[in-house]
């Protein structure tokens, strides 16, 4: 709420402004790495850290907010002593739970996306479901950009190898083809 | 070997989460996370006290096969909906304002940011509601309180110059404001946004010509009410806003300026207001821009923006969206639009492919910028998009299948149509406002209920439809 009056009225108008621009991609983020019931307290931890705070949140939010949701997603999966990592498993699980028809998602894509390391499997995500670019990714991850690029490399060709060992001798990829017009 | 490009493509087709968050749920996330803040107590005191009052049940997009069911559900939601903003929500308001007690009006001051007793340039009590108005920095502000929460405030910057004469018989209506009380949040950004652009435009004293609307949604069962607040010429000793279910609120006046609120909010609600009264020492009559006003009340908003003016001077209506299409379906007001690079990429993708952006498109003159996006939960999407000759729904299910249909202009009939969709049919389409079910026929003369949603309607069902009417509470039927 903008409330008038100096001192915290333009924090609160600030957050909030944050929150707005910044929700559909920290919950797309936690969404695509945690169970279903688990992501609203997640983003709630991630926007309660960003209270606290938002005075060093950069002017370019998002690489920041991410990586605090990484840290979160960390630590939630560390509390939970589940002992896995974090990634591809779980988005396959959300994939099975929320999605009751068949799931566009080709499954050979996840099966060789999680025989990657989690850095690598990670620097794919962020570049291609975050839509960040590589600079913006390094910083989700603490890499310097060019150790990024170079991650982002290796792990395109680990997925290339992977998914040639997955999957038949054609190399056919399904993907569920939308259906047809009807205007 | 697959390419670099190749590989991102399939990547980002193996999206688990390809879809957008409306401006309700983003809402709802907003109000979510500062309810938790303040349970860790780490919120200033002044963004808490935002009460949050009992939620009406929303509608829930049932399935179709218990169709008695979702009708009854209906009913009971629209009756909840209609008497949460004056039995629940605001209990004890009254129609009628009184002078706040010293201790009301204390409390008010210091709720709404330790007002200074000299800044007060209008108070009132509408049973344990204060409402007070007052100055800051030189700005006009508005704040309504219960006992130690503020409701809701806004600024009401006057445009320069507009300040009506002295003596004169009439008065000024910057504007009309809406709020939902539970999500004040979202209220107050919609307002501020919005206020900017109305100032901007001129707006002639001698009409009472501008109305500003905020664009959060007015309609999804919150606790909503409109505040109102202006200056009035020194001849004018009474100020009545007639709404449509027969209130009679009595405005306070004095001192140049009049001030009311009432519970409820949204053009097509119960608590609209249709006529404005002004008592004079000649007696009480229409205020003589009260048709002006309520033309201005019901035209269409602009897309972009989202305040309403009409007068002769200003025509806010953007070239290229039909009038009649925000007139008659209020998502396009009640909703935001939703950025083309916010949809679903398999949407975005789809679109172009079907030739809806270029051929269709073309013809109807559709604006994707003005497009809203409805989310029927694990059922999909649906993206409706405005044009100035027609206007498309199009469908995408949550695992990237689409489907679409479009229609020229008509008056008031369905705009919708059916498809097919993993073996299950698809039905989908968009009434004018007032429609809240759609009746799906079969062949064999069953029907199923449907309940619309924001305008649209889509369900899936096993067996193909026959056809699909609507019929409003006055009786008339859409085929």
Redesign the interface.
């Known amino acids: 709420m903008r409330v008038p009056g100096p001192g915290s009225s333009d924090r609160s108008a600030r957050f909030e402004e944050l929150f707005r621009a910044e929700y559909g991609s920290v919950a797309a983020y936690v969404s695509r790495r945690t169970e279903p019931d688990q992501v609203d307290d997640l983003i709630d931890e991630v926007f309660l850290v960003a209270w606290r705070r938002l005075e060093v949140v950069p002017a370019e939010a998002r690489p920041w907010l991410l990586a605090v949701a990484r840290n979160v997603l960390g630590t939630h999966i560390r509390g939970a002593r589940r002992g896995r990592a974090l990634g591809v498993r779980l988005a396959l699980n959300y994939v099975d739970q929320v999605m009751p028809s068949p799931p566009a998602v080709p499954s050979e894509l996840l099966a060789a996306l999680a025989t990657l390391g989690e850095k690598d499997r990670e620097a794919l995500m962020l570049v291609n479901w975050e839509g960040l670019s590589p600079t913006d990714a390094a910083r989700v991850l603490g890499d310097r950009p060019a150790t990024f690029r170079m991650r982002l490399h290796r792990a395109r060709a680990r997925l290339r190898q992977a998914l040639e060992r997955e999957n038949d001798p054609d190399g056919a990829v399904g993907v569920n083809g939308e259906e047809a017009a009807n205007a | 070997?697959?390419e670099?490009s190749a590989?991102?493509e399939?990547?980002?087709?193996?999206?688990?989460?390809d879809?957008?968050?409306t401006t309700t749920e983003?809402d709802a996330?907003?109000a979510?996370?500062l309810h938790?803040?303040t349970e860790?107590d780490?919120?200033?005191a002044?963004?808490i006290p935002?009460t949050v009052h009992r939620s009406v049940s929303r509608w829930a997009f049932a399935g179709l096969s218990a169709g008695a069911s979702v009708l009854a559900a209906v009913v009971v939601v629209g009756v909840l909906l209609l008497s949460s903003s004056t039995t629940a929500a605001f209990a004890g308001w009254t129609a009628s304002p009184s002078r706040p007690t010293v201790s009301q009006l204390a409390a008010a001051r210091a709720v709404?940011?330790?007002v200074r007793a000299t800044a007060l340039v209008a108070a009132e009590a509408r049973g344990p509601y204060v409402a007070i108005a007052y100055t800051?920095d030189g700005r006009p502000?508005q704040c309504i309180t219960h006992g130690s929460t503020r409701l809701w405030?806004t600024?009401t910057q006057y445009p320069p110059g507009e300040v009506i004469k002295p003596g004169a018989a009439s008065i000024y209506l910057p504007s009309i404001h809406h709020a939902v009380v539970g999500a004040?949040?979202a209220?107050?950004?919609a307002l501020?946004r919005d206020r900017a652009k109305l100032f901007r435009e001129k707006a002639p004293i001698s009409r009472i010509a501008s109305v500003q609307k905020a664009i959060f949604a007015l309609d999804t069962g919150r606790d909503s009410l409109t505040a109102v607040a202006g200056s009035a010429g020194r001849a004018v000793t009474g100020v009545t806003f007639l709404l449509r279910d027969g209130t009679r609120v009595k405005a306070t006046v004095g001192r140049g300026w009049y001030l009311a609120w009432w519970p409820g909010a949204g053009s097509t609600s119960a608590t609209e207001p249709i006529k404005i009264l002004l008592t004079t020492a000649a007696g009480t009559k229409l205020a003589p821009d009260s048709a002006a006003y309520l033309r201005g009340y019901y035209e269409p908003c602009l897309v972009q923006t989202s305040y309403c003016v009409r007068s002769p001077a200003i025509n806010p209506i953007v070239p290229g969206i039909a009038p009649s299409i925000i007139r008659d379906y209020s998502l396009f007001r009640t909703q935001s639009p939703v950025a083309v690079n916010?949809l679903p990429r398999?949407l975005r993708v789809?679109l172009p492919?079907?030739g809806?952006t270029q051929g269709?498109g073309a013809r109807l003159g559709l604006d994707f910028s003005a497009a809203r996006a409805v989310s029927f939960g694990?059922l999909g999407w649906i993206l409706a998009v405005p044009g100035n000759q027609g206007l498309?729904t199009f469908y995408s299910?949550?695992?990237?299948?689409?489907?679409?249909?479009?229609n020229p202009l008509a008056s008031r009939y369905i705009h919708g149509?059916?498809?097919?969709?993993?073996g299950r049919y698809l039905v989908l389409g968009i009434v004018p406002n007032g429609y809240n079910t759609v009746h799906v026929r079969f062949a064999e003369g069953a029907t199923v209920i449907v309940p619309v949603k924001d305008n649209l309607y889509l369900a899936t069902l096993a067996n193909q439809p026959t056809g699909v009417t609507s019929k409003n509470a006055a009786g008339h039927v859409l085929r």
């Not at chain 2, 695992?399 to 479009?406: A, I, Q």
């Open positions: 070997m697959l670099d590989l991102d399939l990547m980002r087709d193996a999206d688990p989460v879809r957008l968050w983003v996330a907003l979510r996370t938790r803040l860790v780490e919120t200033p002044r963004l935002l709404c940011g330790e800051r502000w405030d600024s004040g949040v209220a107050m950004k501020n916010q398999k789809w492919r079907q809806v269709t694990r498309c299910s949550r695992n990237g299948g689409g489907s679409g249909v479009c149509g059916t498809g097919q969709q993993n």
